[in-house]
Protein backbone atom coordinates (compact mmCIF):
# COMPACT_ATOMS: atom_id res chain seq x y z
CA UNK A 1 0.00 0.00 0.00
CA UNK A 2 1.23 3.26 -1.06
CA UNK A 3 1.28 5.59 1.83
CA UNK A 4 3.18 8.63 0.68
CA UNK A 5 2.43 9.58 -3.35
CA UNK A 6 4.79 12.05 -5.15
CA UNK A 7 4.67 13.55 -7.88
CA UNK A 8 6.22 14.63 -11.05
CA UNK A 9 8.81 11.85 -11.19
CA UNK A 10 10.97 14.04 -12.70
CA UNK A 11 11.12 17.77 -13.52
CA UNK A 12 13.43 20.39 -15.89
CA UNK A 13 13.72 23.68 -14.66
CA UNK A 14 15.96 26.19 -15.98
CA UNK A 15 18.27 28.13 -13.86
CA UNK A 16 16.96 30.71 -11.59
CA UNK A 17 13.08 28.68 -12.21
CA UNK A 18 11.16 27.54 -9.36
CA UNK A 19 10.69 23.33 -8.72
CA UNK A 20 7.68 22.23 -7.23
CA UNK A 21 7.06 19.00 -5.70
CA UNK A 22 3.87 17.70 -4.48
CA UNK A 23 3.14 14.65 -1.90
CA UNK A 24 -0.14 13.48 -0.43
CA UNK A 25 -0.22 10.91 2.27
CA UNK A 26 -3.32 8.74 3.55
CA UNK A 27 -2.00 7.96 7.12
CA UNK A 28 -3.64 10.60 9.91
CA UNK A 29 -1.19 8.80 12.22
CA UNK A 30 1.91 10.52 10.43
CA UNK A 31 2.68 13.71 12.20
CA UNK A 32 5.97 14.42 10.74
CA UNK A 33 7.10 15.34 7.41
CA UNK A 34 10.80 15.40 6.22
CA UNK A 35 11.95 15.82 2.74
CA UNK A 36 15.40 14.38 1.50
CA UNK A 37 18.06 14.99 -0.88
CA UNK A 38 19.92 12.11 -2.63
CA UNK A 39 22.77 12.75 -5.23
CA UNK A 40 23.89 9.20 -7.36
CA UNK A 41 25.86 7.19 -4.97
CA UNK A 42 24.82 8.84 -1.50
CA UNK A 43 22.46 8.02 0.93
CA UNK A 44 19.61 10.60 1.56
CA UNK A 45 20.28 13.69 3.13
CA UNK A 46 17.53 15.92 5.28
CA UNK A 47 16.82 19.44 3.72
CA UNK A 48 14.21 20.49 5.78
CA UNK A 49 10.93 18.99 7.99
CA UNK A 50 7.49 20.25 8.64
CA UNK A 51 5.20 19.47 11.78
CA UNK A 52 1.36 19.28 11.04
CA UNK A 53 0.53 22.38 13.00
CA UNK A 54 2.54 24.58 10.41
CA UNK A 55 1.16 25.76 7.37
CA UNK A 56 4.47 26.95 5.54
CA UNK A 57 8.39 26.58 6.70
CA UNK A 58 10.93 28.29 5.31
CA UNK A 59 14.73 27.72 4.83
CA UNK A 60 17.06 29.95 2.43
CA UNK A 61 15.52 28.74 -0.80
CA UNK A 62 13.50 26.02 -0.04
CA UNK A 63 9.63 26.40 1.50
CA UNK A 64 7.46 23.29 2.47
CA UNK A 65 3.71 24.45 2.31
CA UNK A 66 1.46 21.92 4.64
CA UNK A 67 -2.41 21.37 3.95
CA UNK A 68 -3.26 19.19 6.90
CA UNK A 69 -7.47 19.08 5.52
CA UNK A 70 -6.31 18.23 2.09
CA UNK A 71 -3.67 15.86 3.46
CA UNK A 72 -1.14 17.16 1.06
CA UNK A 73 2.20 19.17 1.28
CA UNK A 74 4.73 20.21 -1.45
CA UNK A 75 8.18 21.52 -1.70
CA UNK A 76 8.89 25.08 -3.71
CA UNK A 77 12.94 25.43 -4.50
CA UNK A 78 13.22 29.45 -5.26
CA UNK A 79 16.04 30.40 -7.56
CA UNK A 80 17.17 27.11 -8.83
CA UNK A 81 20.57 26.21 -9.25
CA UNK A 82 22.37 23.37 -11.43
CA UNK A 83 23.34 22.44 -7.60
CA UNK A 84 20.08 21.66 -7.04
CA UNK A 85 20.03 18.69 -9.30
CA UNK A 86 19.46 15.37 -7.49
CA UNK A 87 16.50 13.43 -6.42
CA UNK A 88 14.01 14.45 -3.82
CA UNK A 89 12.28 12.38 -1.53
CA UNK A 90 8.88 13.41 0.39
CA UNK A 91 8.82 11.72 3.82
CA UNK A 92 6.26 10.62 6.87
CA UNK A 93 6.66 9.24 9.90
CA UNK A 94 5.16 9.76 13.53
CA UNK A 95 7.21 11.33 15.55
CA UNK A 96 6.95 12.41 19.44
CA UNK A 97 7.15 9.24 21.24
CA UNK A 98 7.55 6.55 17.65
CA UNK A 99 10.85 5.48 16.88
CA UNK A 100 10.54 7.40 13.44
CA UNK A 101 10.05 4.59 10.85
CA UNK A 102 9.59 6.60 7.46
CA UNK A 103 7.79 6.22 4.84
CA UNK A 104 9.06 7.61 1.51
CA UNK A 105 7.61 8.95 -1.80
CA UNK A 106 8.81 7.41 -5.20
CA UNK A 107 11.39 10.58 -5.43
CA UNK A 108 11.20 13.04 -7.65
CA UNK A 109 14.55 13.52 -10.08
CA UNK A 110 15.44 17.42 -10.65
CA UNK A 111 17.04 18.56 -13.40
CA UNK A 112 18.18 22.39 -13.65
CA UNK A 113 19.61 23.40 -16.82
CA UNK A 114 22.20 26.30 -16.39
CA UNK B 1 34.20 9.13 11.52
CA UNK B 2 31.68 11.70 11.79
CA UNK B 3 28.68 9.74 9.65
CA UNK B 4 27.44 6.31 9.15
CA UNK B 5 29.25 4.09 7.10
CA UNK B 6 28.44 0.98 5.02
CA UNK B 7 30.72 -1.90 3.51
CA UNK B 8 31.03 -2.73 0.90
CA UNK B 9 29.70 -0.26 -1.24
CA UNK B 10 29.41 -2.23 -3.65
CA UNK B 11 28.50 -6.35 -4.25
CA UNK B 12 27.88 -9.00 -6.79
CA UNK B 13 26.64 -12.02 -5.75
CA UNK B 14 25.42 -15.21 -8.07
CA UNK B 15 21.58 -16.29 -7.23
CA UNK B 16 22.19 -18.51 -4.02
CA UNK B 17 24.58 -17.52 -2.78
CA UNK B 18 24.59 -15.78 0.77
CA UNK B 19 25.99 -12.15 1.48
CA UNK B 20 26.22 -9.93 4.47
CA UNK B 21 26.31 -6.20 4.87
CA UNK B 22 27.48 -4.18 7.79
CA UNK B 23 26.53 -0.60 9.07
CA UNK B 24 28.42 1.39 11.52
CA UNK B 25 26.07 4.07 12.88
CA UNK B 26 26.76 7.65 14.35
CA UNK B 27 28.67 6.58 17.52
CA UNK B 28 25.70 7.00 20.35
CA UNK B 29 23.00 7.25 18.72
CA UNK B 30 20.64 4.70 19.84
CA UNK B 31 18.48 3.72 16.89
CA UNK B 32 19.17 1.78 14.52
CA UNK B 33 17.06 1.46 10.66
CA UNK B 34 17.65 -0.58 7.43
CA UNK B 35 16.04 0.63 4.22
CA UNK B 36 16.05 -1.12 0.83
CA UNK B 37 15.92 1.48 -2.27
CA UNK B 38 14.91 -0.69 -5.66
CA UNK B 39 16.25 1.69 -8.65
CA UNK B 40 14.39 4.66 -9.15
CA UNK B 41 11.88 4.29 -5.72
CA UNK B 42 12.30 5.99 -2.86
CA UNK B 43 13.54 3.66 0.12
CA UNK B 44 11.59 1.19 1.97
CA UNK B 45 11.44 0.34 5.55
CA UNK B 46 12.92 -2.79 6.74
CA UNK B 47 13.82 -3.43 10.19
CA UNK B 48 14.39 -1.26 13.40
CA UNK B 49 16.86 -1.62 16.78
CA UNK B 50 17.22 0.19 19.72
CA UNK B 51 20.20 -0.31 21.03
CA UNK B 52 20.80 -4.29 20.34
CA UNK B 53 17.01 -5.09 20.53
CA UNK B 54 15.29 -5.65 17.03
CA UNK B 55 12.15 -4.05 17.79
CA UNK B 56 10.14 -4.13 14.43
CA UNK B 57 10.86 -6.25 11.16
CA UNK B 58 7.90 -6.23 9.81
CA UNK B 59 9.48 -4.96 6.39
CA UNK B 60 11.81 -7.92 6.14
CA UNK B 61 10.53 -9.09 2.77
CA UNK B 62 11.39 -13.31 3.51
CA UNK B 63 12.95 -14.86 5.87
CA UNK B 64 15.94 -15.29 4.07
CA UNK B 65 16.41 -11.71 5.25
CA UNK B 66 17.96 -11.28 8.74
CA UNK B 67 19.11 -8.19 10.84
CA UNK B 68 21.50 -8.36 13.53
CA UNK B 69 23.10 -5.52 16.28
CA UNK B 70 24.52 -7.37 19.00
CA UNK B 71 26.14 -5.14 21.31
CA UNK B 72 24.13 -1.76 20.14
CA UNK B 73 26.76 -0.58 17.83
CA UNK B 74 28.02 -2.30 14.58
CA UNK B 75 24.67 -3.81 12.65
CA UNK B 76 24.74 -6.68 9.79
CA UNK B 77 22.00 -7.21 7.35
CA UNK B 78 22.56 -11.12 5.82
CA UNK B 79 20.69 -12.60 3.07
CA UNK B 80 21.09 -15.85 2.24
CA UNK B 81 20.30 -17.65 -0.46
CA UNK B 82 20.08 -14.40 -2.34
CA UNK B 83 17.13 -13.71 -5.63
CA UNK B 84 17.81 -11.83 -8.46
CA UNK B 85 14.51 -9.64 -6.78
CA UNK B 86 17.11 -8.81 -3.93
CA UNK B 87 19.32 -6.11 -6.44
CA UNK B 88 18.80 -3.09 -4.67
CA UNK B 89 20.62 -0.23 -2.82
CA UNK B 90 20.28 -1.27 1.27
CA UNK B 91 20.52 2.02 3.18
CA UNK B 92 21.31 2.00 7.22
CA UNK B 93 20.49 5.44 9.16
CA UNK B 94 20.77 5.77 12.46
CA UNK B 95 19.20 8.30 14.90
CA UNK B 96 20.07 9.76 18.74
CA UNK B 97 16.67 8.88 19.94
CA UNK B 98 14.83 5.58 20.50
CA UNK B 99 10.93 4.48 21.13
CA UNK B 100 9.53 6.19 24.16
CA UNK B 101 12.34 9.54 23.83
CA UNK B 102 9.86 11.72 23.83
CA UNK B 103 12.93 14.34 22.43
CA UNK B 104 12.24 17.44 19.93
CA UNK B 105 11.54 16.07 16.77
CA UNK B 106 15.32 17.01 15.43
CA UNK B 107 16.88 14.52 17.91
CA UNK B 108 15.01 11.74 15.55
CA UNK B 109 16.23 12.93 12.70
CA UNK B 110 17.74 10.11 10.78
CA UNK B 111 21.06 10.05 9.20
CA UNK B 112 21.75 7.78 6.14
CA UNK B 113 24.69 5.75 5.28
CA UNK B 114 25.78 6.06 1.38
CA UNK B 115 24.47 2.67 1.16
CA UNK B 116 25.55 -0.97 -0.67
CA UNK B 117 24.96 -1.73 -4.33
CA UNK B 118 23.84 -5.51 -4.23
CA UNK B 119 23.65 -7.04 -7.49
CA UNK B 120 21.89 -10.32 -8.01
CA UNK B 121 23.16 -12.27 -11.30
Known amino acids: QQQVKQSPQSLIVQKGGISIINCAYENTAFDYFPWYQQFPGKGPALLIAIRPDVSEKKEGRFTISFNKSAKQFSLHIMDSQPGDSATYFCAAYPGGTSYGKLTFGQGTILTVHP | GAGVSQSPRYKVAKRGQDVALRCDPISGHVSLFWYQQALGQGPEFLTY????????KSGLPSDRFFAERPEGSVSTLKIQRTQQEDSAVYLC???????????????????FGPGTRLTVL
Open chain 2, 93 to 111: ASSFSGRGHPLPYHYNEQF
Open chain 2, 49 to 56: FQNEAQLD
